[in-house]
Nanobody, 123 residues
Framework: QLQLVESGGGSVQAGGSLRLSCSAS????????MGWFRQVSGKEREFVGV????????TGLGSVYGRFSISRDNAKNAVYLEMNSLKPEDTAVYYC????????????????WGQGTQVTVSS
């Protein structure tokens, strides 16, 4: 079982950067694929990206391609979402999530979720 805690959210002006962290407590973190999702108030949560157990990552949204990147540090039980060139439309609550083994873009497959961290980008 994992417990996930996101941090690093906040308010930033358009064009700025933020680095979100997700810290995991529990065993065998290295066996979990870690996903990032985001949700705008009143809208469905959407897939942002995922990093697999080997460290290979992909971002799922065309709108964040080239601006967001994901990394992990298994020694620290942590995963990161680096967000650059932020836009007002990136404003959302960002969640990290964990699932065993294979990476997935489907949020229904994720077993564990953090509480989310708010990111607000002003124009």
């Amino acid at each position: 079982q994992l417990q996930l805690v996101e941090s690093g959210g906040g308010s930033v002006q358009a064009g700025g950067s933020l680095r979100l962290s997700c810290s995991a407590s529990g065993r065998s973190f290295h066996t979990y694929a870690m996903g990032w999702f985001r949700q705008v108030s009143g809208k469905e949560r959407e897939f942002v990206g995922v990093i697999d157990v080997y460290g290979g990552s992909t971002t799922g949204l065309g709108s964040v391609y080239g601006r967001f990147s994901i990394s992990r540090d298994n020694a620290k039980n942590a995963v990161y979402l680096e967000m650059n060139s932020l836009k007002p439309e990136d404003t959302a609550v960002y969640y990290c999530a964990a699932k065993r083994l294979r990476a997935s873009i489907s949020q229904s497959e994720y077993e564990y979720w953090g509480q989310g961290t708010q990111v607000t980008v002003s124009s």
